[in-house]
């Protein structure tokens, strides 16, 4: 008798974790198990900002998916995703296509421009490592364009960051520190060079703690980061953000321009029909996709009810990766026919960079952490996901061993 087949689309966190965890819970005879996703490389998503502001080595934000998963135990394919068949059990590949008895989605997220006018052409965004390294490619071009023009623009020297969410926040806290490096590199006067970071919101990382929020601020704004508060992005344009409307309206110019206002779930959830809330599957409490018994839906693509709260999970890394241990459980529990748990999220805090030098964030029951602390918790952190994934051997290989 053949195998169930279990496929898991996208090695992200979700998939990852859910792959690694499957090879260590189910015995090889109990399942195929195969594992989709677009490169031959995983990414830590949770460093694109830094290989868009070229502040980290893009090699150390990626890791060969067959350096981590055993390719003798799982069957890895390096394709796109386009549409899941889920009436017919069968994913279809841009360049093939794969069966399964039992389907992990976590193809992740997409940027959501809101259908801001001339957003999505005009505006770089963070999704992957090649839209991360083209900000950084971009910034470094006009910066060199900069010094040799005989009719310089200063504007080209702006940095203009739509959105203060934490990915807004982070990346600035990187061109605080990548900026002045790039201004002595190329004999600019830094005070030529501007970071602008626009939120819509009265204050940017809205919701989050106010003394936290106090202290990003004056770390980054004593590093040279402008902020702009109350500012709702209404168009982009080539080379500018165009701020309100009517009377109100006011243009900032930039020479390089990102978009870090939003995201949503990747695109596969709605081309394959499943119904959708803001662009993503609200999951049952065992991560199963309503109606559908053999499909579960990870991370950035699941919409996650706090039933406390009233509100979804935000998308985070730390969220997936715990979506990972209860979708493998239960696909454990499914094989051997027993009794399927519910999610619970455990909320082990937040932590923000504000560059390499400087972080804040709560840990453990709102404990609040600022600078050197906090940059060594967020090292731990990612260090640990490392851990989780390929041992020490992955973290001394990638890990950031540095604390402060
Ligand atoms: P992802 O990690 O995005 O992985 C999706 C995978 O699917 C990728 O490998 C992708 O290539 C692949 N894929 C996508 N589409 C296809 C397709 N059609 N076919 C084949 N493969 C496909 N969260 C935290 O908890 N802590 C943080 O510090 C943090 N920092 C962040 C910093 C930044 C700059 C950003 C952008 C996000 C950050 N987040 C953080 C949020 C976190 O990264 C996401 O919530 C997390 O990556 C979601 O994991 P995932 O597995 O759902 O998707
Ligand atoms: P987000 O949705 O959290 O933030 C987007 C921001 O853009 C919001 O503050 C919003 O008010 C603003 N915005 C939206 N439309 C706008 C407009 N027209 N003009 C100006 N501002 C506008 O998105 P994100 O920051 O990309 O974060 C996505 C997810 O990833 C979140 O769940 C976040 O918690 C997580 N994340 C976590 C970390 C961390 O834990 N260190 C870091 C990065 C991201």
């Known amino acids: 008798m053949s195998k169930p087949k279990i496929v898991v689309l996208g090695a992200g966190y979700a998939g990852m974790m859910t792959t690694k965890r499957l090879t260590q819970k189910l015995s090889p005879e109990e399942a195929e198990i195969v594992l989709v ?3 031959n490389y995983h990414f830590q998503t949770t460093w694109l900002h830094e290989v868009a502001a070229g502040t980290i080595n893009q090699n150390q934000a990626r890791i060969m998916i067959s350096d981590v998963i055993n390719p003798s135990r799982v069957n890895l394919i390096y394709d796109d995703v386009v549409e899941v068949k889920k009436d017919e059990n069968r994913v279809v590949l841009a360049n093939s296509e794969v069966t399964y008895d039992y389907l992990v989605i976590s193809l992740g997220f997409e940027t959501n421009t809101f259908g801001i006018k001339g957003m999505e052409k005009n505006a770089f965004s963070i999704t992957d490592m090649d839209s991360s390294r083209m900000i950084r490619e971009q910034i470094e071009y006009q910066f060199a364009k900069y010094s040799t023009d005989p009719n310089p623009k200063d504007e080209d020297l702006t940095v203009l960051v739509g959105g203060g969410g934490f ?3 982070e990346l600035v806290g990187e061109l605080a520190e990548k900026i002045p490096e790039l201004c002595k590199k190329y004999d600019i006067d830094q005070n030529k060079a501007r970071i602008v970071n626009v939120e819509a919101a009265p204050r940017v990382l809205p919701g989050f703690d106010d ?4 202290y990003a601020k004056k770390s980054l704004g004593d590093r040279g980061v402008e902020f702009r508060e109350g500012a709702k992005i209404s168009e982009c344009k080539k080379n500018s953000f165009v701020i309100g409307e009517g009377d ?3 243009e900032i110019k930039a020479g390089t321009i990102v978009w870090t206002g939003g995201v949503t779930g990747s695109s596969v959830l709605s081309k394959s029909g ?3 809330t803001k662009g993503k599957v609200t999951v049952n409490g065992d991560m199963r ?3 559908q018994e053999n499909i579960f839906i990870l991370g950035d ?5 706090d039933e406390e709260a009233g509100k ?3 998308p985070t890394a730390q969220a997936a990766m715990q979506h990972a241990d209860t979708c493998s459980d239960n696909l454990k529990a499914l094989l051997r026919h027993q009794p399927l748990k519910k999610f619970i999220f455990d909320d082990k805090g937040t932590v923000a960079s504000l560059g390499e030098t400087d972080a804040m964030g709560t840990v453990f029951n709102d404990n609040k952490l600022y600078s050197k602390p906090a940059v060594s918790m967020k090292k731990v952190i990612d260090n640990r996901y490392l851990f989780l994934l390929g041992g020490p051997k992955l973290v001394l290989k990638k890990g950031k061993l540095r604390m402060w």
């Open 37 to 39: 996703n677009k490169h």
């Open 167 to 169: 990915t807004g926040i």
């Open 211 to 214: 003394k936290l929020v106090a």
């Open 248 to 250: 109100d309206m006011e």
């Open 274 to 276: 499943f119904e959708l």
């Open 289 to 291: 996709a309503p109606g």
């Open 301 to 305: 693509c699941a919409w996650v009810m």
């Open 312 to 314: 979804p999970f935000p």
